[in-house]
T-cell receptor, first 113, second 116 residues
Framework: EDKVVQSPLSLVVHEGDTVTLNCSYEVTNFRSLLWYKQEKKAPTFLFMLTSSGIEKKSGRLSSILDKKELFSILNITATQTGDSAVYLCALNRYTSGTYKYIFGTGTRLKVLA | DAGVTQSPTHLIKTRGQQVTLRCSPKSGHDTVSWYQQALGQGPQFIFQYYEEEERQRGNFPDRFSGHQFPNYSSELNVNALLLGDSALYLC???????????????FGPGTRLTVL
């Protein structure tokens, strides 16, 4: 059965700290892995990863995928209070002629001033 | 260019009632997916609509049904509401790209349903 597991479930850090969020998965017909940030309602897109070992970077955020060991990490450096949110990992898999997203439970990050 | 819109934003119902949630996809998108997000959980896939037909379905009972209209907008209907149906219901739209490995989904702001 398809599975997406995120860790830790929650994390409290201070501004300026660096955090690493983990996402491990078991999915058939893998197409891509996506990271989203959810602050209040709608998840907003951060990264999409399809190939192993290629780091995606956007400002203080970066992410990498390991398709052999079946995991991805999301790094946030020099954290700010505005980074406080739930970070969701989602797998895009191909099934029955279409694409489907499977989400993890998320990591709740709180950044203290 | 309007993104994904959903209505209503909040809704309170009692057990046994029926509810209809609405979603308008991002301009140019033709595929709509619905998700249920319970408190503290990740979004759970309910179903997906494309060309006015339900194309895929998650592990949700038949009380959950939907519809897609010719203009690609969609409705989610839930009958015989249970307390456990209380959740944030998210709609996401995407564009069907044949052979593409990535169909980015854009999420709407969600409808918060409370069942008393």
């Amino acid at each position: 059965e398809d599975k997406v597991v995120q860790s830790p479930l929650s994390l409290v850090v201070h501004e300026g700290d660096t955090v690493t969020l983990n996402c491990s998965y078991e999915v058939t017909n893998f197409r891509s892995l996506l990271w989203y940030k959810q602050e209040k309602k709608a998840p907003t897109f951060l990264f999409m990863l399809t190939s192993s070992g290629i780091e995606k970077k956007s400002g203080r955020l970066s992410s990498i995928l390991d398709k052999k060991e079946l995991f991805s990490i999301l790094n946030i450096t020099a954290t700010q209070t505005g980074d406080s949110a739930v970070y969701l990992c989602a797998l895009n898999r191909y099934t029955s002629g279409t694409y489907k997203y499977i989400f993890g439970t998320g990591t709740r990050l709180k950044v203290l001033a | 260019d309007a993104g994904v819109t959903q209505s209503p934003t909040h809704l309170i119902k009692t057990r046994g009632q029926q509810v209809t949630l609405r979603c308008s996809p991002k301009s140019g998108h033709d595929t709509v997916s619905w998700y249920q997000q319970a408190l503290g959980q990740g979004p759970q896939f309910i179903f997906q609509y494309y060309e006015e037909e339900e194309r895929q379905r998650g592990n949700f009972p038949d009380r959950f049904s939907g519809h897609q209209f010719p203009n690609y907008s969609s409705e989610l209907n839930v009958n015989a509401l249970l307390l456990g149906d209380s959740a944030l219901y998210l709609c996401a739209s995407s564009l069907e790209l044949r052979g593409s490995s990535y169909n980015e989904q854009f999420f709407g702001p969600g409808t918060r349903l409370t069942v008393l």
